[in-house]
């Protein structure tokens, strides 16, 4: 990691290293302000509505879904994007950026899913084996 600051450093100079600067002050800020209490607060509500054996799929759907929004941002944004070259982001990425994190969510459903169904089948097999006296 210090091996690629010293390189930022070395090769950007003046107003490049300032924007630089800024750019990465400003992640740090919108993570402080935005992110992180986002992430809390999600965190309160799904711990409110939903039962402990369920959270983790749903939870690990939520993370994956913030990564890949956030990762495709400047995509979906449009930033770089050039009216005189149309080979520049050439397609409508947010149905793309919907398609697959509608995957993610539906993979997690259904591992919650399958996550209630066998502590339903745990609670009969035990409510079987132990009969009333």
Same mark, same amino acid.
């Given at each position: 990691?210090?091996?690629?600051?010293?390189?930022v450093?070395?090769?950007?100079q003046? @107003?490049?290293l300032s924007?630089?600067?800024r =750019? =990465?002050i400003?992640g740090?800020?919108a993570?402080?302000a935005?992110?992180?209490p986002g992430?809390?607060i999600?965190g309160i509500?799904?711990?409110?509505?939903? @039962? %402990?054996?369920? &959270?983790p +799929?749903l939870?690990a759907a939520?993370?994956?879904s %913030?990564?890949i929004?956030?990762?495709?941002?400047?995509l979906?944004l449009?930033? !770089?994007?050039? +009216? $005189?070259n149309p080979?520049?982001? @050439?397609n $409508?990425?947010s !149905?793309n950026?919907?398609l697959?994190?509608g995957?993610?969510w539906?993979? !997690?459903?259904a591992?919650?899913i399958? &996550?209630?169904?066998r502590?339903?089948?745990?609670? &009969?097999?035990?409510a079987s084996a132990? +009969?009333? &006296?």
């Amino acid at each position: 990691m210090a091996f690629g600051v010293a390189g930022v450093v070395r090769s950007l100079q003046g @107003p490049e290293l300032s924007s630089y600067v800024r =750019w =990465w002050i400003g992640g740090l800020l919108a993570n402080d302000a935005f992110l992180a209490p986002g992430a809390a607060i999600a965190g309160i509500v799904l711990a409110r509505l939903v @039962p %402990a054996h369920v &959270r983790p +799929p749903l939870q690990a759907a939520g993370y994956v879904s %913030a990564t890949i929004v956030l990762a495709t941002l400047p995509l979906l944004l449009g930033h !770089g994007r050039q +009216p $005189d070259n149309p080979s520049l982001q @050439p397609n $409508d990425y947010s !149905g793309n950026v919907l398609l697959v994190v509608g995957l993610v969510w539906a993979v !997690g459903t259904a591992m919650a899913i399958r &996550r209630v169904v066998r502590a339903a089948e745990a609670t &009969r097999a035990d409510a079987s084996a132990d +009969p009333p &006296r």
